[in-house]
């Protein structure tokens, strides 16, 4: 019988630990403890501590694409709604949680950029790929007319992911939602306004 692998639970709790103290105060110790795991089973799995990081970005990000998922691919919904459906469904966890922990892709951007090139790259390639379905659904809002055409589609999806992330570090410095309100209502009243006020 094969030795039960500590590799998920390891990567489980390195989301979980990461999540309250970044990458730099996430000690290996730290990790395998909260898993539940022998020190050893971390080298066992993962070459280093930045190779780790990596892979509970992925696993993180797979729980993003989700959510991404469920809003905007609500057919039922127009394409403008489901934007700020995804907006709400991400307000009500951050609220779940007290407006303590933010979003893990943000965290690492801020803190690992300019210090570690594999995980600048890999946030690079996690940044693309997260726009694809708000080009998407951008795209249809503006041929149905509900969001003015002023902006490219792709310049409205970076702008809603950037702007949207700084939100969020405001709402964990205030430990209030209305960050995360204020861009919601600021964004829909300019931005984000329908075809007829804007073309």
Known sequence: MGRISNRENILAAGLRVMFKKGFAGAGVRDIVADAGAPQGSFTNHFGSKEAFAGEVLDLYFEHVRSLVGQALDDQTLPPRERLGRYLD??????????YVRGCLIGDLSLETAQTSEALRGRLAAIYREWLVPFTACLAQAQQDGSIARRFSPDDLAEFLIASWQGAILRMKVERSREPLDRFKRIA?????????RND
């Open 89 to 98: 469904l991400i307000t009500d966890r951050l609220a779940a949680d007290g």
């Open 188 to 196: 829909f009243e300019t931005v984000f306004t329908r075809g007829d």
